[in-house]
């Protein structure tokens, strides 16, 4: 076996190949750009007034990040004593009726397969306790 921890060319349990660590470069990089953050953010100043759309590009990146979507405010009525199959298929039908988007509607079916499991989860445990009371 090697020092780097391998034998006959495959990796070894328990022995890292780099026992030192990861060096702390990106650290010291991070450290010296925030000494230097006012003249960085100058000079990209700079280079956008002189038309450099990378610097434009790297500067608007930092200060207004691309926004994410958001999704749709709805409002679709479920009877919430239904069974939550049936709640699935009204959302499917409301989808295909074009009242709801397959985005919005894959995030209900989700959200109703999370209740479900909450549910079992629920009811197997109330089982479990049951049985171990009854074996007392």
């Known amino acids: 076996m090697s020092e780097t921890g391998r034998k006959q060319g495959k990796f070894v349990k328990g022995v890292s190949g780099n026992p030192n660590g990861r060096k702390p470069k990106a650290q010291s990089i991070r450290d010296e750009i925030e000494k230097h953050r006012d003249e960085i953010i100058n000079s990209l100043i700079s280079q956008c007034r002189e038309g450099s759309t990378a610097a434009c590009t790297t500067l608007l990146s930092r200060i207004a990040p691309s926004l994410k979507p958001v999704g ?15 709640q699935a298929k009204a959302v499917l039908s409301a989808a295909g009726n074009g009242d709801l988007t397959t985005d919005t509607a894959t995030a209900l079916i989700n959200s109703l397969a999370g209740v479900a499991k909450i549910i079992e989860t629920t009811e197997l445990l109330e089982r479990i306790e049951n049985l171990e009371n009854a074996q007392k």
Do not use: R
């Open 72 to 86: 749709e405010k709805v409002t679709i009525q479920l009877d919430s004593n239904a069974p939550l199959a049936d």
